[in-house]
């Protein structure tokens, strides 16, 4: 198989070298065949980003994966090129010459021979790290350089700001036909715990041993969502990774649900991606998302759902979807692939699952002479009924211009 994903970056890193502009990425032999790449840690006090993640943005800026006027993220930077490195045949660590406890630490690299690669002499996860297209997959990482990454951004501390749970743009009145939500738990594909929660103010989603810290996000004002243990999953090396990654989801993320829709906070040190129906995706093929820490962020809009419903309900489009999919410490490209992840978390509001559930209802059962049919789909209109009239008789500033008091349930 042709790696021309391997191929690139060998180019690109050999005319980096040559370039002379990056403090440390330098040859290490005469003859051209080892190098050094400098591999600061962003916790070390003297840590300057401008100087020592300059090489990885440079491989984020030339992916695609950055421009300026994004936020700056080293410890993915870094990550993106050490997953690149090491699942390209041309390049091989050497551990034995990489220096990591000095003051300015780096590390080695090996340029493969392209004979030796032949000879079959590369280690099989090289070989078989690409993609159809023969590029490299981007930050599909083993669970050893995941432990590499959250040890990273352990380093890049973040203050959370004094900022209200429940200021803003979700302060507003809160319905229980819409405050309700499911939330699933799933390690490795697994559905581990599902729960419901009921509390108008939503939920705090932590592991277990997590204590809170003072009244603002306290249990008395909210409910208390926890992960479920590592110790439940099957899989020596997945349950030691998982207990690594939820040692740094202590602080979780807060979840509160009303008639606008779901919002979400995060306040964790671990990254976390979403992928739903929110303010930033498209309304039927959305991209998941990072979440910036301590802001708050709509990832479900109740009022696109409806439309989309509606849509649904007159055979214009396909079913939209209720659920909102969360992933932690890993970077969520599609939904496609979550039963690959340590940890998803997917939350819908149940009502908006039972209005799905409905229509569905008045789509397989059309109206008919048979008294049962009849009773049921009288029963699904009803239900439709009530919650868009409790939707509608909210004011506040997102209400669904389409929708009206009263509106009628067309079939």
Not at 311 to 324: I, K, N, R
Not at 353 to 364: E, I, K, T
Not at 371 to 397: H, K, N, V
Request: hydrophobic share 30%.
């Amino acid at each position: 198989m042709s790696n021309t994903g391997g191929r690139r970056l060998k180019q690109w890193l050999m005319e980096q070298i040559q370039s002379g502009q990056y403090s440390g990425l330098q040859w290490e032999d005469e003859s051209r065949t080892l190098f050094r790449i400098p591999w600061k840690h962003a916790g070390k006090q003297d840590y300057n980003q401008e100087v020592d993640a300059s090489i990885f943005k440079a491989w984020a800026v030339f992916k695609g994966k950055f421009k300026e006027g994004d936020k700056a993220e080293p410890a993915t930077w870094k990550t993106r090129l050490r997953c690149a490195l090491n699942k390209s045949p041309d390049f091989e660590e050497v551990t034995e010459r990489s220096q990591l406890d000095i003051s300015e630490p780096y590390k080695v690299y090996r340029i493969v021979p392209e004979e030796e690669q032949k000879n079959g002499k590369t280690s099989v996860m090289a070989l078989t790290a690409t993609t159809s297209s023969g590029d490299i997959t981007d930050m599909d990482c083993s669970p050893a350089e995941l432990e590499e990454l959250i040890k990273e951004e352990e380093g890049c501390s973040i203050q959370a700001s004094p900022e209200y749970w429940s200021q803003g743009s979700i302060n507003v009145f809160s319905s229980p036909a819409f405050s309700q939500m499911m939330i699933s738990f799933y390690y490795g594909g697994k559905l581990m715990h599902s729960t419901v929660v009921n509390h108008s103010e939503g939920c705090r989603i932590s592991p277990q041993q997590h204590l809170g810290r003072g009244a603002l996000y306290s249990s008395d004002s909210m409910q208390s969502v926890h992960f479920p243990p590592a110790e439940l999953i099957e899989y020596d090396r997945q349950r030691h990774v998982t207990r690594k990654l939820l040692g740094h989801l202590e602080r979780g993320v807060l979840v509160r649900a009303n008639q606008e829709g779901i919002f979400i906070k995060r306040l964790c040190q671990s990254r976390v991606f979403w992928s739903g129906q929110g303010e930033m995706g498209s309304q039927y093929s959305p991209m998941p998302c990072k979440l910036d820490r301590d802001a708050v962020v709509k990832i479900f809009d109740t009022g696109r759902f409806l439309q989309a419903l509606q849509l649904y309900q007159e055979g214009q489009f396909p079913a939209p979807d209720p659920t909102v999919t969360l992933c932690f410490g890993e970077e969520l490209h599609e939904l496609s692939n979550a039963k690959s992840k340590l940890i998803i978390v997917q939350i819908s509001v149940v009502n908006c699952q039972h209005l799905l559930d409905a229509v569905n209802v008045r789509r397989s059962q059309p109206y008919c002479n048979n008294p049962t049919l009849e009773m049921s789909d009288s029963g699904a209109t009803d239900q439709m009924a009530r919650i868009y009239q409790d939707l509608c008789s909210y004011s506040g500033p997102q209400r669904p211009a389409c929708y009206r008091d009263n509106m009628p349930i067309t079939a």
